[in-house]
Structures are given as structure tokens and as C-alpha cells.
């Protein structure tokens, strides 16, 4: 069986497209979304209608739960001026989905579990507990199986950070497939924020036995990522626009 997997969209239908694409040129059995899929971009509706048509299961986000309920968001770290940021954002998505969309945001699952070839796999956004934890590749061996483990599994796939990673936790194995569209360029100076121009996903292979990860990055049409934001009025168009360093020549 071969399962791809995609999480952190963000409402970036112009990377989804190219990361399903490709995807799909793998012929997988199956595709599975970690969250985190609506909120942020300027094609909201879109990134919903893609999941819906194509009938891929997905775990319910943090920032999928966040668009629906608004409910206060604690962070030390959270100056009033990127609240107000957040909550224009929220509301603009808000605008532009209908009670259907709605609707098909609030079944998404808190995880999803499916067999393949003998292996349990679970996944989820943060952890399995809370689609708000975090769990780095940086992290001790210890504090990852004591996120894990409890929940008997072969197989973790987990979200949230938008970093490809895979870690052996004593006999199973945790891996995140990145983000598709929203990946966050390393090593940048504090507080400043410089995104990549391209999706990432995973492909899971169990076959006869074998099994087999592997990550995959592609190139998406930045410019007219932009566009989008611009066309519809996005309140966060041009922080966009610098965040991806896009220049119109």
C-alpha cells in the first residue's frame, strides 16, 4: 500500500495543486491530510473543496479549530498588534467560506488511525493528545515516546512544525511530511520571516514486507499565490508578498 501524506496548507491552493499533482503521479492508494489546512492563505474555500472532492481524511488543526471557534489564543509572546493581525485574518477566511465548508471543517477527526500491510499507523496534528503540542526532531528520545508511545502504534505521522523529519522511538517510527506551502526558511534573523517557494509532502510504502519513506519538495507558482492574495482583497496581501520575497518585475 501507498499512502502520501500532506499537512499545513494553510489555505495555499496554488502549492496544493502542485503538491497533489505530483503526488497522484505516484499512484498512491490513499492520501491523508495532518491539519492545519484552511486557515491563512487567500483560497480558503478552494483548499476545502479539493479535500472534499478528492475525499481525503484530515485531522482536525489547530488553526482549523481556531477559524471555527475563535477562542482565545494565551501566548506570552503575543503582542496586541499580531492579534489584531490574526483576528482580520480569521475573519476574512471566515467570509469566504459558506455553511457547507463550515460544516466539513468541524468533522475533522482529532486523529486518524488505518492498517497498512500489518503496521498500525497513527496520525494527528501536534500529538495525539493535543493539535497544539509541539514535537521537534531536536527533542529527546525520552519526551517523544512519552508522547507516543501510550498510543500503540508502528507507525506516528505528525504535523504542525512544517519540517520533514523521521525519528526511530524505540521499536516504531515518528515522522513529520513537512508543509505544503507554508515552509518556513531556517537560520533567518529573530523575528524576521522568510518562506519557501515550494510544497512538501511524504509518501509511506508497505509492500511485501518493505517499508519505505519518502519526502518530497515541489516548486509552486509563487506569483500567482500572490495574485490571489491581491485579487481578493486579502488584509495580509503584502506582508505575503514579503514573507515569500516576491518582487513584481
Known amino acids: 500500500m501507498r499512502l502520501g501524506i500532506i499537512s499545513d496548507m494553510h489555505g495555499n491552493a496554488v502549492a496544493m495543486h502542485a503538491a497533489l499533482k505530483d503526488l ?8 491523508v491530510c495532518l491539519g492545519d489546512a484552511v486557515q491563512g492563505g487567500p483560497q480558503p474555500a478552494e483548499v476545502v473543496s479539493i479535500l ?3 475525499n481525503i481524511p484530515t485531522v482536525m488543526g489547530n488553526s482549523d479549530a481556531w477559524l471555527l471557534e475563535g477562542f482565545e489564543i494565551k501566548s506570552e509572546s503575543l503582542t496586541p498588534e499580531r492579534r489584531e493581525r490574526l483576528d482580520k485574518g480569521r475573519l476574512w477566511s471566515l467570509s469566504q467560506l459558506n455553511e457547507d465548508d463550515k460544516m466539513y471543517i468541524r468533522n475533522f477527526s482529532p486523529t486518524i488511525e488505518m492498517k497498512m500491510g500489518g503496521k498500525k499507523l497513527l496520525c494527528f496534528h501536534g500529538s495525539p493528545v493535543s493539535f497544539d503540542e509541539i514535537l521537534l526532531t531536536s527533542d529527546p528520545e525520552d519526551k517523544l515516546a512519552a508522547a507516543l508511545e501510550p498510543y500503540e502504534a508502528d507507525l506516528y505521522c505528525g504535523g504542525h512544525t512544517h519540517t520533514q523529519f523521521v525519528r526511530q522511538i524505540g521499536e516504531s517510527v515518528f515522522f513529520n511530511p513537512g508543509s505544503v506551502g507554508v515552509v518556513v526558511r ?3 534573523p529573530k523575528n524576521q520571516v522568510r518562506l519557501e517557494p515550494w510544497a512538501e509532502y511524504a509518501i509511506l510504502t508497505l509492500e511485501d514486507g518493505r517499508q519505505s519513506l519518502d519526502f518530497q519538495r515541489v516548486p509552486f507558482d509563487v506569483g500567482a499565490l500572490i495574485s490571489a492574495y491581491e485579487e481578493r482583497n486579502h488584509p495580509h496581501a503584502a506582508r505575503a508578498a514579503e514573507e515569500y520575497g516576491f518582487v513584481r518585475s
Open 24 to 31: 497522484y503521479a505516484h499512484q498512491p492508494d490513499k492520501v
Open 52 to 54: 472534499r472532492d478528492r
Open 186 to 188: 531556517s537560520r533567518m
